[in-house]
């Protein structure tokens, strides 16, 4: 098995976000997250850092890949690979479709940063049987990983735990990518906590991206019109409170009051 060169070869797309991963440590942990012998989907390939030691354990991967010189690339590999499947497109139109035709118990990858915010808000809303091992800008990781009751908490924070409990796995600094990004990154794992949802994950979205539109608001003004006072005393949610102060279960409870379920 050759394993793909990681510079030289290819120059980094800057706006395709490309910054490979170099670091030997990183690519362990990503690639033991997953378990042997279960299937897989990795978003963003490029040459391939995290591909192999991944192809050698799953028993099935699909690459999605947008740039053309890497989808070619891995196209030429399934020869190679028999349980390797390529993808070749951008990331938001096809994940649904290859998700919908593959069923993969993971989704992995070291994900673009400048699509990273609507792009965790559509990997959200797939129920894997095994989970999702993704890199972030550290920040974004941060966001996503935040309780309730901090500044940093959002609406990613709420989305990812409808079907999902978040859990930093490692902070790397830029020197662990080639070329170097400016910022720290963070890998996340993403595990299904398994208790039925109460509500349909597109109705929690539309709530949470209303409710989060004003994060000064309370939350009362942020429904005005559409819930009451009394209604939030019924469903046990002080209405003063403020969108960040609110928890996945709050947030439910409120899409369930608005009738959107
Ligand atoms: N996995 C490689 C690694 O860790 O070294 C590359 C990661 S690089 C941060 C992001 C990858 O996502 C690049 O291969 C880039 O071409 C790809 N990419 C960027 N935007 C994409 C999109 N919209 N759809 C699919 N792939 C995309």
Request: hydrophobic residues 35%; positive net charge; charged residues 20%.
């Amino acid at each position: 098995m050759s394993k793909p060169t990681h510079d030289g070869k290819f120059r980094a797309n800057k706006a395709l976000g490309q910054h490979f991963l170099v670091s030997e440590k990183a690519i362990r942990t990503i690639a033991e997250a997953i378990p042997v012998g279960e299937s897989a989907i990795e978003i963003g390939p490029g040459p391939g850092a995290i591909t192999t030691s991944v192809l050698a354990r799953v028993s099935q991967l699909t690459i999605i890949e947008k740039d053309d010189r890497f989808a070619q690339f891995w196209q030429e590999k399934t020869n190679e690979y028999p349980n390797l499947k390529v993808a070749h497109g951008d990331v938001m139109e096809v994940l649904s479709d290859v998700v919908a035709t593959d069923n993969p118990q993971w989704i992995v990858g070291n994900l673009p940063y400048n699509i990273s915010g609507p792009l965790t808000a559509l990997l959200a809303s797939f129920s894997l049987s095994g989970g999702m091992v993704l890199m972030y800008q550290k920040e974004v990781g941060q966001r996503i990983t935040a309780e309730s009751g901090t500044k940093i908490y959002g609406g990613l924070s709420v989305l990812v735990r409808h079907f999902y409990e978040p859990k930093k796995l490692i902070v790397l600094p830029p020197g662990a990518f080639n070329p170097p990004p400016k910022v720290h990154s963070m890998v996340i794992r993403l595990l299904p906590h398994g208790r039925a949802p109460k509500c349909s994950y597109e109705a929690l979205q539309k709530t949470v991206r209303q409710g989060f539109a004003h994060r000064r608001k309370t939350i009362y003004n942020q429904f005005r019109g559409q819930l009451t006072q009394e209604d939030y005393l019924s469903i046990g949610i002080d209405p003063k409170k403020r969108p960040e102060q609110l928890d996945y279960d709050d947030w439910v409870r409120i899409t369930l009051k608005l009738g959107k379920v």
